[in-house]
């Protein structure tokens, strides 16, 4: 009978000449339990911001759009019993007396104030940029507008353009010009309320501007000083250019804001006169809290029709920026 022998090593331990016993790898452990706290972890962080979002964007959303298809008095709004009434509402607005010259004082307030809030604010910015004695206290001056509460800024205003002993009137028939209406005139009052928004945003549009110069490198104006060009074309050829992405976002900011102003516009004139300074903004808050008999309804109508075009141009904003980058 024949027998089998294991080699050993020098040391007589089986496994060969080096006499090390093979090495066993331990057993891997599945990723899934980290991938499965990853997940709860991030969920955690998330959380917070999907609660806010919920509560004070898509709960208001819902809310308003529901207040918009049903028929919401005061009674119904208490008892909650409302009826349904579809798009009634929103053929209700479109075929108001008030739609039409809302929407035309919309148009010249937000188109008239961005235009002159931007070009004053660029204006004022590129002044800045070249450091001066005094231009830290100068750029401090004009970040008041902005830092007054909106009812301090639209009843002085309202002070300034009295037509009987307000200061701009005052100031002009010192020059021979006669008495204006600014706010009881229905071709003035909207444009006396513009004047005071443009007052009001420039300070904004000086600060976003005015940092989106800082980030221009200094070395490019001074190539170009070399190359030949005056200050007009160093501004249309390298700084207009450049601003541009910082630009896009401050008209669309100011887009947004200026839909939505609402007190300046009700301080100064309430609206009127006869609508004559009357925007959706103002026109939704009237509906639902300006005239004693809250109609949250159409209010909510308008206010939907306000988040609409709002949307609109933020969706065209992200159009653009997308084939700018494209390209």
Same mark, same amino acid.
């Given at each position: ?190 444009? !006396?309320?513009?004047? =005071?928004?443009?007052?009001?945003? /420039?300070?904004?549009? +000086?600060? #976003?501007?005015?940092?989106? %110069? &800082? ?81 949250? !309804?159409?209010?909510? =109508?308008?206010?939907?029709?306000? /988040?609409?075009?709002? +949307?609109? #141009?933020?969706?065209?904003? %992200? &159009? ?8």
């Amino acid at each position: 009978m024949s027998t089998t022998s294991t080699p050993v090593g020098s040391t007589g331990t089986p496994g060969g000449a080096s006499g090390t016993a093979p090495v066993v790898a331990p057993p891997r452990r599945s990723p899934r339990p980290r991938a499965r706290s990853n997940r709860w972890a991030a969920a955690a962080f998330a959380a917070p911001l999907l609660i806010y979002m919920l509560v004070f964007y898509v709960f208001p959303l819902y809310r308003n759009l529901e207040l918009s298809l049903h028929d919401y008095t005061v009674r119904a709004f208490v008892q909650g019993d409302a009826q349904f009434v579809g798009l009634e509402k929103y053929r209700e607005i479109i075929t108001s007396a008030t739609f039409a010259p809302a929407v035309r004082n919309t148009v010249v307030f937000v188109v008239v104030s961005l235009i002159f809030q931007y070009a004053l604010g660029l204006a004022l910015a590129v002044f800045f940029r070249n450091n001066f004695r005094l231009s830290g206290l100068l750029r401090g001056m004009f970040l008041i507008p902005w830092l007054l509460p909106l009812i301090v800024s639209a009843s002085t205003w309202s002070w300034m353009l009295n037509s009987d002993n307000g200061i701009v009137n005052s100031v002009l028939a010192a020059f021979g010009v006669g008495q204006i209406n600014w706010l009881t005139s229905p071709t003035m009052a909207i444009w !006396s309320v513009t004047i =005071a928004n443009i007052w009001l945003g /420039i300070p904004f549009n +000086l600060v #976003i501007l005015y940092s989106g %110069l &800082q980030n221009i490198p200094g070395d490019v104006y001074e190539a170009a000083s070399l190359d030949g060009a005056n200050g007009w074309q160093q501004f249309w050829r390298i700084t207009f250019p450049l601003l541009r992405p910082v630009s896009a976002i401050t008209l669309l900011l100011g887009f947004v804001y200026t839909l939505k102003v609402v007190d300046v516009i009700w301080i100064m004139t309430n609206g009127g006169p006869a609508n004559a300074s009357t925007t959706l903004a103002v026109w939704s808050y009237r509906e639902a809290f300006g005239t004693g008999q809250p109609d949250f !309804s159409p209010a909510a =109508a308008v206010g939907n029709v306000l /988040i609409l075009v709002a +949307l609109a #141009i933020g969706l065209l904003y %992200l &159009q653009l920026q997308r084939r700018q980058e494209k390209s």
